[in-house]
T-cell receptor, first 116, second 109 residues
């Protein structure tokens, strides 16, 4: 149980375009979903927290107009990278909370974004 | 801000034991996680400690001392497949995870 999927797993896009990444909890209702970014050889950095039906809260330094987060249902959150630039190229990982253990976050497999 | 420190790299021989230390100073604390991450993949859960002491789970053990702000992950009987990055993460008061920079463990034959 407690499986989280992400789609797509890899995406290449041109500079200036927008990309949407989906995060789904497959067998539980996710009260909270988190979005992380990881640059090569670095650790996960939390970008934002989203709760179903409310606005996402962003970490300091993360542009909310550039990284649009929607948490429309208890099983789906989306991250849209708008007007992507090469410096946005990174590994984006989502996690979801709401499974059996209150403290645990279940991670998706990640999305590798490359902006050319 | 949150401060979580762990060594950058460690190397050990197959069959040996390696201990990865993690020290933390955070604004809140609701437990400490250890994750394993292979390159290009998401982190996978190894352990969660919220009380002081040692938790053993097969070849992996994790220890926590809240008063010292200290944890370690012990990997025994190392196998080649254990070569990975190991992440220490603190669960803060608002259920957010704050990660250390990760320790890359290389297992040599």
């Amino acid at each position: 149980g407690a499986v989280v999927s992400q789609h797509p797993s890899r995406v290449i896009c041109k500079s200036g375009t927008s990309v949407k990444i989906e995060c789904r909890s497959l067998d539980f209702q996710a009260t909270t979903m988190f979005w992380y970014r990881q640059f090569p050889k670095q650790s996960l950095m939390l970008m934002a927290t989203s709760n179903e039906g409310s606005k996402a809260t962003y970490e300091q330094g993360v542009e909310k107009d550039k990284f649009l987060i929607n948490h429309a249902s208890l099983t789906l959150s989306t991250l849209t990278v708008t007007s992507a630039h090469p410096e946005d190229s990174s590994f984006y990982i989502c996690s979801a909370r709401g499974g059996q253990d209150y403290y645990e976050q279940y991670f998706g497999p990640g999305t590798r974004l490359t902006v050319t | 801000g949150q401060n979580i420190d762990q060594p950058t790299e460690m190397t050990a021989t197959e069959g040996a034991i390696v201990q990865i230390n993690c020290t933390y100073q955070t604004s809140g604390f609701n437990g400490l996680f250890w994750y394993q991450q292979h390159a290009g993949e998401a982190p996978t859960f190894l352990s969660y400690n919220v009380l002081d002491g040692l938790e053993e789970k097969g070849r992996f053990s994790s220890f926590l001392s809240r008063s010292k702000g200290y944890s370690y992950l012990l990997l025994k009987e190392l196998q080649m497949k254990d070569s990975a990055s190991y992440l220490c993460a603190v669960l803060l008061d608002d259920y957010k995870l704050s990660f250390g920079a990760g320790t890359t463990v290389t297992v040599r034959a």
